[in-house]
């Protein structure tokens, strides 16, 4: 049975905690496992994703976004994708904010982008390619990626600017439903972590 497309729903998963989120380490082509605890979170998320249908399962190629999707339980039917990737931060890889700042003192990567790497702009490019998958497939999708990404994609799923996604604060082995009310795009959950267990 064909859903109908008010009811179509993006679910986002952001992967577990790792030892650079932790530290704040920005995060992109590093491909850095998840803690102990992060694995213990992405478990957690596995009985809210596991009463879900759905038609399309995509990944981040990284370890940290598949192992997450593996410990859903969701990695059997998962395609991996490129465009899901965290922003590239060129030349931040691996700096916090507070070391940028100490030479660009007001730098935000939402709004100067980085040196070497992605702008918002580029970001929203390859969110708008992943949205047009979903609004193209049959049923629910759920993605796995990172916390800048997904931000930046519910932005763009919105329809608003690729910046306001600064908006949208994202924790690590978090949830977000992304939908629409309709015609109109809406967001129906957002950055939610299930009770410790």
Same mark, same amino acid.
């Given at each position: 049975m064909s859903s109908s497309p008010a009811s179509k729903r993006l679910f986002l998963v952001r992967h577990g905690e790792t030892e650079w989120s932790l530290s704040g380490q920005h995060t992109s082509r590093t491909d850095v496992p998840l803690t102990a605890e992060g694995e213990r979170r992405a478990m957690l998320l596995a009985p809210v994703l596991a009463g879900h249908s759905f038609a399309l399962v995509l990944s981040s190629p990284? @370890?940290?976004? @598949?192992?997450t999707c593996e410990l859903c339980g969701m990695s059997a039917n998962a395609i991996r994708c490129d465009d899901l990737m965290e922003w590239h931060y060129g030349e931040y890889e691996g700096r916090t904010t507070t070391e940028i700042r100490r030479t660009r003192p007001s730098w935000t990567v939402f709004h100067d982008g980085v040196?070497?790497?992605e702008? =918002?702009?580029d970001v =929203?490019?390859?969110?708008?390619?992943?949205?047009d998958r979903? @609004? =193209?497939c049959d049923g629910d999708v759920l993605v796995f990626s990172h916390g800048h990404f997904l931000r930046v994609l519910a932005a763009t799923w919105l329809e608003l600017a690729p910046e306001d996604g600064e908006r949208f604060a994202l924790d690590t082995g978090t949830v977000s439903i992304l939908g629409l009310e309709r015609e109109t795009r809406v967001v129906r959950l957002w950055n939610t972590r299930p009770e410790k267990g």
């Open positions: 990284m @370890l940290r976004a @598949l192992r040196p070497d790497g702008s =918002a702009e =929203a490019r390859r969110a708008q390619r992943i949205i979903v @609004l =193209a």
